[in-house]
């Protein structure tokens, strides 16, 4: 009998440390996009490059808070392409909006808040190399096996659609934040490649995983949150609250650091 209160104990404290974070940012309203979804801000953030500043092929992956409560727990992500010297740009994402869907839509602001969320840039990819790239992932984005499908815990949902069209075009890696609430759901078997490339996934349904990866660290998934560290760019992750120490590299982006932690 007392092992039994004693592991019933172990959980309740595990679940409330998961929540504590996800809590906080309930509590400060700093995961809250604020007023109604139909007036808040859509205003792009300047991180998508003109025609003029870069007329080659570019790809760019996006997170941004969530909407509404589900802010406080993470962020609805997005991959976004633009062919060389072309002026619009088609965004890929799975919504939640009315019914489920896999929407891929033509844009010239591919870096538009998220209904009062600014995005932060995850990756960034530029260069003839890129229109192959651009070319592998439409094909993965026709591929992809839920695209009528959403939950937004444990998955699938956004963050599942960017992971695994990440780990199915070749050269895209994207270093998703903690926050990215079904990241690790994967659709078959135990084990896949990180979206960060150089490292390795393990997950049940999305509900119990680890991740080792270079970029990514090390993350522990316990029953769909994430928390984490980051040695290589010295760094805790934390359930809801995301990164907390040094800001990741974009990937392909040549150095350059993402601009807002809150997101991550």
């Known amino acids: 009998m ?25 509590a400060t309203e700093r995961g809250d996009g604020g007023g109604h979804w139909a007036s808040a801000s859509r205003e792009p953030a300047g ?9 080659e092929a570019v790809v760019q992956v996006y997170a941004a808070r969530a909407w509404g409560w589900r802010g406080a727990f993470g962020v609805h ?9 072309a002026e619009a740009w088609r965004m890929h994402h799975v919504m939640s909006w009315r019914r489920p869907a896999l929407v891929s839509q033509s844009s010239t602001d591919p870096d538009r808040a998220w209904y009062g969320n600014a995005p932060a840039l995850l990756a960034d990819y530029r260069g003839e190399a890129v229109a192959a790239m651009i070319a592998d992932i439409e094909a993965a984005v026709a591929a992809y096996p ?7 815990w444990p998955g699938p949902n956004s963050n599942t659609f960017t992971a695994w069209v990440a780990r199915e075009v070749p050269g895209l890696e994207v270093v998703l934040p903690v926050t990215a609430v079904g990241k690790d759901y994967l659709f ?14 393990v997950s049940l349904r999305g509900m119990l995983g ?3 990866g270079r970029d990514e660290g090390l993350e522990l ?5 994430s928390l984490g560290i980051d040695v290589r760019r010295p760094a805790l992750k ?8 040094v800001a990741p590299v974009i990937k392909g982006g040549g150095g350059r650091v993402a601009g807002t932690a809150e997101v991550d």
């Open 77 to 85: 992500t997005w991959i976004s392409t633009r062919e060389a010297n």
């Open 2 to 26: 007392g092992r039994i209160l004693c592991l019933v104990a172990g959980l309740g404290l595990a679940v409330a440390l998961l929540l504590a974070g996800p809590l906080w940012m309930l």
């Open 221 to 225: 998934n316990l029953l769909g949150l």
């Open 188 to 201: 078959d078997g135990v084990l896949a490649a990180a979206p960060g490339g150089r490292g390795a996934t």
């Open 210 to 212: 680890l991740t080792l």
């Open 238 to 245: 934390l359930p809801g609250v995301g990164r907390l120490g």
């Open 146 to 152: 839920a695209p009528s499908s959403y939950r937004a």
């Open 47 to 55: 991180l998508a490059p003109t025609v003029a500043e870069a007329p």
